[in-house]
């Protein structure tokens, strides 16, 4: 005797909530595209640049390697020839390290764009198996957060990704890193100078300003590198070159040359003639060295010869 076993069909409200579900995927699938589509063509960006790297270092360090072994000595030849050969060898070794370097650098930025695409591909695949209400909010509330990148908001932006969960889907760093080429590629086309005018021609006077000196703690009032913004613009420049040696009044902070002499106090300070004959026509003939409080004779001091 044969039984038949009735399996249970899906309700026609199950199906069509699940129809529906699909439906509803499908249509954010083809909307949300670009989604995937950026960090997907970052990565094969980021491969393209990494194997074209390897190619270019590659083919340095095989040629490298038959310059060593062709090099004379590289057989068992003579002493110079051999330490011809141990040039060679030293920088192959050097340049393999920094291949090794270059390589692991690679290796990583395509880590983190493979996390950002499974990130964005787990984030589409919810559309189908989700809650519609919880999708339909985060979807809403990335579309915001788009928004706010694309109209410069950045700190609002990055607050409401925070709190909604979803910062994984956005990267602050790309869009700056966007910002930075469009300026580069816009002064480029109208033949513009990247840093603004002012800044190059204070930087030109701020050479030849800065010296070890200014970065002191003693560095006086009266220097612009005193200045918080003035040590910033002068962070990238050189320190200035003085072949001549300049003395500087501490008390009037004027040059001291063959017409302002430089005077010697018995302690050893130096300070010019003119700042020393006012103090001496204000006190009787007496000077006082400002650093120390030392008193003395106006013709105590002892004039130094500047060479």
Same mark, same amino acid.
């Given at each position: 005797?044969?039984?038949?076993?009735?399996?249970?069909?899906?309700?026609?409200?199950?199906?069509?909530?699940?129809?529906?579900?699909?439906?509803?995927?499908?249509?954010?699938?083809?909307?949300?595209?670009?989604?995937?589509?950026?960090?997907?063509?970052?990565?094969?960006?980021?491969?393209?640049?990494?194997?074209?790297?390897?190619?270019?270092?590659?083919?340095?360090?095989?040629?490298?390697?038959?310059?060593?072994?062709?090099?004379?000595?590289?057989?068992?030849?003579?002493?110079?020839?051999?330490?011809?050969?141990?040039?060679?060898?030293?920088?192959?070794?050097?340049?393999?390290?920094?291949?090794?370097?270059?390589?692991?650098?690679?290796?990583?930025?395509?880590?983190?764009?493979?996390?950002?695409?499974?990130?964005?591909?787990?984030?589409?695949?919810?559309?189908?198996?989700?809650?519609?209400?919880?999708?339909?909010?985060?979807?809403?509330?990335?579309?915001?957060? @788009?928004?706010?990148?694309?109209?410069? =908001?950045? @700190?609002?932006?990055?607050? &409401?990704?925070?709190?909604?969960?979803?910062?994984?889907?956005?990267?602050?760093?790309?869009?700056?890193?966007?910002?930075?080429?469009?300026?580069?590629?816009?002064?480029?086309?109208?033949?513009?100078?990247?840093?603004? &005018?002012?800044?190059?021609?204070?930087?030109?006077?701020?050479?030849?300003?800065?010296?070890?000196?200014?970065?002191?703690?003693?560095?006086?009032?009266?220097?612009?590198?005193?200045?918080?913004?003035?040590?910033?613009?002068?962070?990238?420049?050189?320190?200035?070159?003085?072949?001549?040696?300049?003395?500087?009044?501490?008390?009037?902070?004027?040059?001291?040359?063959?017409?302002?002499?430089?005077?010697?106090?018995?302690?050893? =300070?130096?300070?010019?003639?003119?700042?020393?004959?006012?103090?001496?026509?204000?006190?009787?003939?007496?000077?006082?060295?400002?650093?120390?409080? @030392?008193?003395?004779?106006?013709?105590?001091?002892?004039?130094?010869?500047?060479?």
């Amino acid at each position: 005797m044969e039984m038949a076993i009735d399996t249970p069909s899906p309700s026609p409200s199950a199906s069509s909530a699940a129809a529906g579900r699909q439906t509803r995927a499908a249509e954010s699938v083809r909307l949300e595209h670009q989604l995937l589509r950026v960090p997907l063509e970052a990565l094969k960006s980021t491969v393209r640049t990494n194997h074209r790297l390897a190619e270019k270092e590659i083919a340095a360090v095989l040629s490298s390697a038959s310059a060593a072994a062709a090099a004379p000595g590289g057989g068992g030849g003579g002493g110079s020839g051999e330490a011809a050969a141990v040039d060679h060898l030293t920088s192959l070794v050097s340049r393999l390290h920094g291949l090794k370097r270059k390589m692991e650098e690679g290796v990583r930025a395509e880590e983190l764009q493979v996390q950002r695409c499974r990130a964005r591909l787990n984030r589409l695949a919810s559309a189908s198996s989700g809650d519609d209400a919880e999708w339909e909010e985060l979807r809403l509330k990335r579309i915001l957060v @788009d928004y706010m990148l694309r109209m410069s =908001y950045y @700190d609002t932006a990055a607050k &409401l990704a925070e709190t909604s969960g979803i910062q994984v889907l956005f990267e602050q760093n790309q869009w700056d890193s966007l910002v930075d080429q469009f300026k580069q590629e816009f002064c480029k086309l109208y033949g513009m100078t990247l840093e603004p &005018l002012l800044n190059i021609y204070m930087q030109a006077g701020l050479t030849a300003l800065k010296t070890p000196f200014c970065f002191d703690g003693n560095c006086p009032k009266e220097d612009p590198l005193s200045l918080p913004g003035f040590r910033k613009l002068a962070e990238p420049l050189p320190f200035s070159k003085q072949h001549h040696s300049k003395l500087v009044c501490y008390i009037t902070k004027e040059l001291m040359d063959t017409e302002n002499p430089p005077l010697v106090f018995p302690n050893g =300070y130096v300070y010019s003639t003119k700042a020393l004959d006012e103090m001496a026509k204000k006190n009787g003939g007496k000077v006082t060295c400002p650093r120390t409080g @030392d008193v003395c004779n106006y013709t105590d001091l002892v004039k130094a010869y500047i060479s």
